[in-house]
């Protein structure tokens, strides 16, 4: 009978055996404590022979032969390795769905970021130009305010959200003889709007044009208003401008593709 | 001439052979192609035994070899001697066959070409040990035991048939195993451990 005082010391010191010999080496000489610890506890004795035939039963394996073209087959492989690498066909990068998927959409974004940046590039104001004929301008007065309303490129807003919008837009090719505009124009306009055939047009009469005014916001938070009368004739949209103080000014087929909304 | 290239041949090979794994893989990083002939020397029966009792499959086991050898080559330029050579090189055959174990998995893909393997193998997970009438030759009872060691191994699950591997049929140290596998030593020791008893009780009759 094992009193209750000596059963964990007894239990402590087989765990500690075990413990011992389960991390030993292979080939290490264990330690006399040990065996004579083994000598005295059947179940440590039984554990440390069960363990070590184990140990002896898969060291001894049989170690697999290298096959003899083993080196020859690594070379080849390494110089098929290194013809890959510097020989990659441009379409590789296709089998990689996601890689693909990526590129496409890089590729989107960036023809769309750079359409946006070229047709309406903030920056690109145009320089100075003098702007002849068909624009005929009657006083210096009307050409300057026509060139503030081509050179603001801020978005026009109106104070009124009611307000309905004329949106004119001058693409970097619509040359207005030798001018390249490249910026964006918004005009704002009081006018009732109605639409046809997909694009919506500014109802004035052909034959009398009614003066509306437009509100022009700079880029310093200045702001001007201009009486407009904007006519369209078909498809094809004719701007005029009216000054109080000069004559008509007009401008027909400078702004094509004009869109009204 | 062609005496002084002998001469220098021979010192070449010299310092090969007894520059240490370290200084092969920088040489190797370097372009030296006897430098990565001689860690091939050192290794590939380590490593092709290692994967193989992995694995379970010779000729996949060659392949994998190589591609360890392989990887070594293209990265020995970015080698770091944090851990010993050996250490990362058995990282990168574990970490190939753990991938190769897996994809089997997956694919439930079964090898029938590894000459290894005999009929009795095919159910990997049950033990088919000899007949019980005393076998008389020797070498029959050797190949039998082997078998069945082979089997018990292969049965074992995948964590525990790492570490048991390195460190029963390798005799990697516990260091190593720690160092290879990441793991913490407690848990290295308690799966090393906890694989013996699985094969204790397989092996009963060779234990």
Not at chain 1, 219 to 225: A, F, K, P, R
Request: net charge positive.
């Amino acid at each position: 009978m094992i009193s209750n005082k000596e059963l964990p010391l007894t239990l402590t010191e087989c765990r500690m055996v075990r413990e011992t010999l389960e991390s030993a080496d292979f080939d290490v000489v264990i330690p006399i404590a040990i065996i004579s610890h083994c000598k005295k506890c059947l179940t440590c004795q039984s554990y440390s022979h069960q363990l070590s035939n184990l140990r002896k039963l898969l060291r001894s394996q049989m170690q697999v032969q290298t096959p003899i073209d083993f080196d020859i087959k690594l070379r080849q492989k390494i110089a098929a390795h290194k013809h890959a690498s510097l020989n990659v066909p441009w379409w590789k990068w296709m089998s990689q769905p996601a890689l693909a998927a990526t590129a496409t959409a890089l590729t989107i974004v960036g023809i769309l970021i750079g359409a946006d940046y070229f047709y309406f590039m903030p920056g690109a104001k145009p320089s100075e130009a003098t702007i002849s004929t068909p624009i005929a301008f009657s006083t210096p007065v009307a050409k300057k305010e026509f060139n503030n309303l081509l050179n603001n490129d801020e978005i026009l807003t109106s104070k009124n959200s009611d307000t309905p919008k004329i949106a004119v837009p001058i693409s970097p090719t619509n040359k207005i003889n030798n001018y390249n505009v490249l910026a964006t124009q918004r005009i704002l306009a009081n006018k009732r709007l109605v639409k046809s055939n997909g694009r919506t047009y500014l109802i004035q009469p052909r034959n009398r044009p009614e003066k509306i005014n437009i509100e022009i916001h700079y880029g310093d938070n200045s702001s001007s208003t201009l009486p407009v009368s904007a006519i369209i004739y078909g498809a094809k949209p004719v701007v005029t401008i009216d000054n109080p103080d000069t004559s008509e000014i007009r401008s027909s087929g400078i702004i094509p593709e004009s869109k009204i909304f | 001439m062609s005496a002084l290239s002998y001469s220098a041949e021979l010192d070449l090979t010299h310092t090969v052979s007894s520059a240490t794994d370290h200084e092969l893989v920088l040489a190797v990083g370097q372009g030296d192609e006897a430098a990565f002939q001689e860690i091939v020397q050192r290794y590939r029966s380590q490593i092709i035994n290692f994967i193989y009792r992995m694995i379970n499959d010779y000729d996949r086991a060659i392949d994998l070899s190589q591609e360890t050898f392989l990887r070594i080559y293209t990265s020995a330029n970015r080698y770091q001697a944090t851990y010993s050579f050996s250490t990362y090189i058995y990282r990168i055959a574990s970490n190939l066959a753990i991938s190769e174990l897996r994809q089997r998995k997956r694919r439930r893909w079964i090898s029938f070409f590894s000459p290894f393997r005999g009929k009795d193998d095919e159910q990997e997970q049950e033990m088919d040990f000899p007949a019980q009438a005393p076998l008389q030759d020797e070498v029959m009872i050797d190949t039998e035991r082997r078998k069945a060691v082979t089997t018990a191994i292969q049965s074992l699950p995948e964590k525990y048939r790492l570490t048991l591997v390195m460190r029963d049929v390798e005799g990697l140290s516990y260091e190593q195993i720690v160092d290879i596998t990441g793991l913490s030593e407690g848990t290295v020791k308690s799966r090393i451990n906890r694989a013996r008893n699985l094969l204790k009780d397989k092996l009963q009759k060779y234990v």
